[in-house]
Nanobody, 127 residues
Framework: QVQLVESGGGLVQAGSSLRLSCAAS????????MGWFRQAPGKEREFVAA????????YYADSVKGRFAISGDNAKNTVSLQMNSLKPEDTAVYYC????????????????????WGQGTQVTVSS
């Protein structure tokens, strides 16, 4: 059983920063890639960012590029999302996800690529 546990959500003002973290635990698990998705009320869950373990390649949604940064620690099986210049439209539940892969540059952005999901952490940005 693989578990992903997120932390770091909260309520902040527009323009502020937050850092989300996700730790994977359970069976001997070495994910091919890990990512972050988010879901706002009444909307579909959408891709935010991802990182591949081997190459360290990073991927971002256009809406967060230049503001968010994803990083990973392979030894600790963790991934973090540094979110800067937050906007009210960033308000959502943020989910950590992991995949055994392999992935392509396209599939790593797709929800169906990921087999393991965290429970989500709320991020609320007030204007």
């Amino acid at each position: 059983q693989v578990q992903l546990v997120e932390s770091g959500g909260g309520l902040v003002q527009a323009g502020s920063s937050l850092r989300l973290s996700c730790a994977a635990s359970g069976r001997a698990f070495r994910s091919y890639a890990m990512g972050w998705f988010r879901q706002a009320p009444g909307k579909e869950r959408e891709f935010v960012a991802a990182i591949s373990r081997s190459a360290g390649s990073t991927y971002y949604a256009d809406s967060v590029k230049g503001r968010f940064a994803i990083s990973g620690d392979n030894a600790k099986n963790t991934v973090s999302l540094q979110m800067n210049s937050l906007k009210p439209e960033d308000t959502a539940v943020y989910y950590c996800a992991a995949t055994d892969g392999p992935t392509t540059d396209w599939s790593i952005r797709q929800r169906w690529e990921y087999s393991y999901w965290g429970q989500g952490t709320q991020v609320t940005v007030s204007s």
